[in-house]
């Protein structure tokens, strides 16, 4: 009984550190995989014309928002049922609409909403119809300066880009 107990104490770490070094291998076997593979697509031609136009709608929405016009502001966002947004604060929200009511909650408002700035970090195409951003944003107002950053995913229906996903933390 005592060899058991002492076989099982002593080979039951050594083959958890094997599961997880097998485990590590083959992560890094298929994210190197993916790399190469990724490396050796075509790359997509970075056209600054639709660099602008997808930055044109960041700045629409911080006009409208500065506005006070949420409705307006909005307008810079897919109106589907498929658009995602996320945040640090709430749980996830799903579809244009109900989009439009949690930023109509949360910012009742023109004071609530201050004034909104952006500051583009990363902006790429990944297609000739998708992008993705990353940014910085920061609301002024009266008591405090709220900020973070946030992580768009765009895409071009109808030869109008809009944000399909939207990730935003605040720091």
Do not use: H
């Amino acid at each position: 009984m005592r060899i058991n107990r002492l076989i099982s104490l002593v080979l039951k770490p050594i083959m958890k550190r094997i599961i997880y070094i097998l485990l590590f291998i083959a992560t890094a076997a298929i994210l190197l995989c993916t790399m190469e593979e990724n490396s050796q697509s075509k790359p997509v031609n970075q056209n600054p014309d639709e660099l602008i136009a997808i930055k044109e709608v960041l700045r629409k929405q911080q006009e409208n928002w500065n506005s006070g016009d949420i409705d307006g502001f909005m307008q810079g966002y897919w109106k589907s049922e498929e658009l995602i947004f996320t945040s640090t604060k709430y749980k996830p929200t799903y579809g244009w609409k109900n989009t439009l009511e949690r930023y109509k909650e949360s910012y009742p408002t023109k004071e609530s909403m201050g004034e909104l700035k952006f500051e583009f970090l990363d902006l790429k195409l990944v297609s000739k119809n998708t992008a993705q951003m990353k940014g910085k944003w920061e609301l002024i107002r009266k008591d405090d300066n709220p900020n973070g950053l946030f992580w768009l995913n765009f895409e071009k229906f109808d030869n109008n880009w809009v944000i399909t996903k939207d990730s935003t933390t605040e720091l």
